[in-house]
């Protein structure tokens, strides 16, 4: 890695690169060079324990050998190929992912490609205004996150990536969601009785909360957009019998159902589907980010057949150079082969099961870990005032800094720790692992996160 120079390459992208994306919420932004299963390599070769995997994108690890030996393959067989053409990946990828969903809830359906999870959520916009005679609002939760294009901006509950811009038609209204931790209506999971449910039922009471024409039996609002546990918003987890309510007054009042699995598909959760934890059925799944494991841009929509066939939804209704690149549907395609040959649903289980066990010790010994949860490899810690409930953005902040130093010594070796942020506050890590971490590996990062931890209450 001699041959980097770091000072000189930070100098060119602060005068050459904008600054619109995320690479600046740290300060100098950091450079990495090489990676390899759950770690990254900077300039000094120094390991970075990666706990959040490029949110969710490389959920079999960085460099994995059978993954990007199918990339190999497909480069040196048909890498290119306009999407208005087919290949047999394409054909073969799609039949896979219909019948995954096929087996999980009994649903006939067709897929669309695209070529990222916003320019998904912009096709699966189309087609839910297509299949509603051109409704245009759409419901949504609060702390849901569903992309920054126009579309996809307008049903993210943060105004931040709206402000500039307005609105391109889709419009979302925020319904609070199922967080027990910081209810909302104030109320205690124990014995609230989904008092949340009750709140949304309550809306299609009367024509004058706004929702529903009695009298015409319709609903002013298109689809409902779900991640069945939230991503940026903090990976909160519900209630097992809360999506079940929703889904049964979206029915009743003819509202569509759409999943987001961006972030939760493909095994993040311990299913393949995150939305099957809950027994309900969308209408729509989107999808993307792991189903490629970061190697290529893909992600797209299945729907109930119903919504999506040829006469619903005709050729040319949307499109992008680069939607089924015979690239990303060779990995992908790949992925759906490895996760049917293994037991990816008990082996995430078990990893999961573990890494919280070592968060919980965690908490137990520092009382800023306020609320510590999670399904399968999808986890989370609160970081709070000393009261364990205050959010502590400042702290989180801090605790994200010390990791990026690369300065953690264990058994010898120095090793940074690579940690996402989220929640409503900004205050909670979000830790999506890869799901082949190992149980080392495990240790290994509940060691870094005490070290850390240790570092900043004592300051």
């Known amino acids: 890695m001699a041959n980097i120079n ?70 040196d067989t048909l890498p290119q190929l306009a999407s208005q053409y087919l290949h047999k990946e394409k054909v073969e990828l799609a039949s896979h992912l219909c019948a995954s969903v096929k087996k999980i809830w009994g649903e006939e359906g067709r897929v669309h490609f695209n070529v990222g999870g916003s320019q998904a959520i912009e096709d699966s916009l189309k087609l839910v205004r297509n299949a509603s005679r051109g409704k245009s ?9 569903h992309g920054r294009t126009l579309g996809a901006s307008s049903i993210t509950s943060s105004y931040r990536y709206r402000r500039r811009y307005g609105h391109f038609g889709d419009r979302g209204m925020f319904i609070p969601f199922p967080y027990c931790f910081r209810c909302p209506y104030g109320m205690q999971r124990d014995s609230c009785d989904l008092f949340c449910a009750k709140q949304f039922e309550r809306l299609f009471e009367t024509e ?50 759409v999943d987001d699995e961006i972030q939760m598909g493909f095994y993040r959760t311990g299913r393949l589907w995150g939305l099957a934890h809950f027994g309900v059925t969308p209408d729509v799944i989107v999808f993307g980010k792991a189903m490629t494991n970061g190697l290529n841009p893909l992600a797209g929509i299945w729907a109930k057949e119903a919504l999506i066939n040829p006469q619903a939804f005709p050729c040319g209704s949307t499109h992008s150079t680069f939607a089924s690149n015979p690239l990303g549907t060779a990995v992908a395609l790949e992925t759906m082969k490895m996760l049917a040959e293994e037991d990816y649903e008990k082996r995430v289980a078990e990893q999961g099961r573990y890494f919280l066990a070592g968060l919980k010790e965690l908490q137990a010994r520092y009382p800023i870990l306020g609320d510590v949860d999670g399904m399968g490899l999808a986890l989370r810690a609160e970081i709070c005032k000393a009261d364990g409930f205050t959010p502590d953005k400042a702290m989180l902040d801090r605790i994200v800094d010390e990791g990026i130093k690369g300065d953690i010594m264990v058994d010898g070796q120095h090793y940074g720790l690579v940690l996402d942020v989220g929640g409503y506050y900004k205050n909670v890590i979000t830790f999506a692992p890869s799901l082949h971490i190992s149980r080392a590996e495990i240790d290994l990062g509940i060691r870094l996160l005490d070290e850390i931890l240790l570092r900043v209450t004592k300051e």
């Open 6 to 75: 770091e000072k000189a390459l930070l100098e060119e992208e602060a005068k050459y690169c904008s600054y619109g994306d995320t690479v600046h919420y740290l300060e100098p932004a950091k450079l990495f060079t090489s990676c390899k299963g759950s770690f990254l390599y900077d300039t000094q070769d120094r390991p970075f324990l990666d706990l959040q995997m490029w949110y969710s994108a490389v959920n079999f690890g960085y460099a994995n050998e059978r993954l990007n030996e199918a990339l190999k393959r497909q480069v």
């Open 137 to 145: 609002l759409m419901l949504a939760f609060e702390g849901g996150y």
């Open 208 to 257: 004058y909360y706004g929702m529903w024409d009695p009298k015409a039996g319709e609903a002013e609002y298109a689809a409902f957009y779900v991640e069945c546990i939230q991503g940026t918003g903090g990976y909160v987890v519900p209630p097992k019998d809360y999506f079940p309510r929703l889904k049964r007054a979206l029915d009743e009042h003819k509202i569509l159902l």
